[in-house]
């Protein structure tokens, strides 16, 4: 365990609290990370801007799939971690927001996929793609549990608008980036761009079974996700997009491509929008440390582009081990 910091912060209600790690970021990767930390005995504080409900973590449609995110040579391994824990989540799905739900991912072949599809279980080749049975993940519930949990071992989460690493060095002698399109300004990293994801939420016409298609050249992808509060259907990834209101005619289209593959859609209800910028990075994921003037450690876990929720896990893994 890192030793306490000197002077270590005040806690709620003006408690005095030692602290070994402050976790700047609350969304899905700040999070995990934190609990990893600590379940292995380290007092941590996570630091966040916004709740975990108003996090681009809290939008996502959260299928488990290493998509658009580099570098191809360790996300597989941190994808696999993440899908083991989560098929060992989706035992208790309406407490942890993730189940198990078979799919195809259209226009896929496995002989196109890296090494790590040979981890996959439950996969076969059809004439539409690649027939799976994946975690799905209801992001809302899933942030929720993972607060709570990190509650019960002892952690907490404040909210906090942090504008330099050495505010949170002042209080503990290691912080942990996860804060996502945050790293652009505050490491700052011009390399970390946002590439926006619209979704369309409808009710849910009877389809019990995920669908994805994505064209690597195009912003456009189409994809319906069964998630317990309606049909979320999709999508975008439009580099360096700011904005985050719903744009109409990117909703007409979403919903027209979608029922393209399945019918039924056309005629369901609209009955949200949402939209996300997700936290790409040109040189991928940076995990790695940086010594702090004043001598703090810096652990940095971010640049995870549309595919946070497919390696939070793996990924915390390996940031907690930096922190020792």
Known sequence: MAPAAPGAGGGPGGVNTVTDVIVVGGGVSGLTTALLLAEGGHRVRVWSRVAAS????AVAGALWWPYRIEPAARVGDWSLETLRVYQKLADGPGRTGVRMVAGVHGGERLSALGPWARGLDDVSEVAE????TLPLIDMPVHLAWLEGRLAAVGGAVERRTVRGFAEAAAEAPVVVNCTGLGARDLVPDPGVRPVRGQLVVVENPGIEEWFTRADPASSATTYLFPQP???VLGGTAEVDDVRTEPDPRTAAEIVAR???????IAGARIIGHRVGLRPARDAGVRIETQELPG???LVH???????GVTVAWGCA???????G
């Open 229 to 231: 509060g309606g049909l």
């Open 295 to 297: 001598g703090g450690l």
């Open 317 to 323: 893994r390996a940031a907690a081990e930096l922190v």
């Open 129 to 132: 793609g690649l027939r799976m």
């Open 54 to 57: 108003a996090t681009t973590s």
């Open 301 to 307: 876990n971010y640049g995870h582009g549309g595919a």
């Open 258 to 264: 979608c029922a393209r593959v399945r019918p039924e």
